[in-house]
């Protein structure tokens, strides 16, 4: 959970009040939120981003040994020639699995931020206009 200052917009991991200036923290999803420039929520998008991106990276790791020993598991069922084959394929196939899922988190991450950043940037427009549409 991230939490900004109302103060100086320093954005922090928890707590409930500003470490550099005291000022109180809020919740990025309060209506409050609303305000905070564009530059701020990148941010916000991109810690979001990052932190799911490492989820799904460890979740890689995991999932790669789990390939390879499945593909064991397997080639010890399988007739002579074949199961060797399978055998000897199991290592790179984990390792594959891992990169794939390691690689397509990177790149799921810069798509997710940079789509959301051009998402929030046309509705900050927006409420531009309509602000000054109503001075
Ligand atoms: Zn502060």
Same mark, same amino acid.
């Given at each position: 959970m991230i939490k900004i200052c109302t103060g100086c917009q320093s954005t922090w991991a928890?707590?409930? =009040?500003? *470490?550099?200036?005291?000022g109180e923290l809020r919740d990025p =999803?309060? *209506?409050?939120?609303?305000?905070?420039?564009s530059t701020m929520w990148r941010y916000i998008r991109l810690q979001y981003g990052a932190r799911r991106g490492m989820i799904v990276r460890v979740m890689a790791i995991l999932l790669g040994p789990v390939v390879a020993g499945g593909a064991l598991r397997i080639a010890a069922g399988w007739a002579r020639p074949w199961s060797t084959v399978l055998s000897i394929a199991a290592i790179p196939l984990g390792v594959a699995t891992w990169w794939t899922i390691h690689w397509s988190a990177g790149r799921a991450v810069r798509l997710w931020v940079l789509r959301r950043g051009q998402l929030n940037r046309r509705r900050l427009a927006r409420a531009l206009a309509r602000r000054a549409l109503r001075i």
């Open positions: 928890g707590g409930r =009040f500003c *470490e550099d200036c005291g =999803f309060g *209506e409050e939120a609303q305000q905070l420039p």
